[in-house]
């Protein structure tokens, strides 16, 4: 099963920007529906963006035109580049993406934003 590290949280001012890494342990070329999701204290865990393989991207309505997700397809990671954050966007974010119908998740890397 593909192994994912997600890399890059920590604490930040609100609007200022962090930039999260997703490491897969093999090639991204052959996963399918990669994205980030992000769980908050309390609630449920939610998307936030994915991407395909064609690297056509899609957002949640809460990261639109903050956030940006791509894809270095030779360095078999992902990435989820965080602007104008707010404390609303404080999770714990996640990578996730299939292989051949199985789901991996990464362990989850933290961001807390203050205000």
């Known amino acids: 099963q593909v192994q994912l590290v997600e890399s890059g949280g920590g604490l930040v001012q609100a609007g200022g920007s962090l930039r999260l890494s997703c490491a897969a342990s093999?090639?991204?070329?052959?996963?399918?529906?990669i994205g980030w999701h992000r769980q908050a204290p309390g609630k449920p865990r939610e998307w936030v963006a994915g991407?395909?393989?064609?690297?056509?991207?899609n957002y949640a309505d809460s990261a639109k035109g903050r956030f940006t997700i791509s894809r270095d397809n030779a360095k078999n990671t992902i990435y989820l580049q965080m602007n104008n954050l707010t404390p609303e966007d404080t999770a714990v974010y996640y990578c996730?993406?299939?292989?051949?119908?199985?789901?991996?998740w990464g362990q989850g890397t933290q961001v807390t934003v203050s205000s």
């Open positions: 996730k993406a299939t292989k051949l119908g199985r789901l991996a």
């Open positions: 093999e090639n991204i070329v052959n996963l399918s529906g």
């Open positions: 991407i395909t393989r064609g690297g056509t991207t």
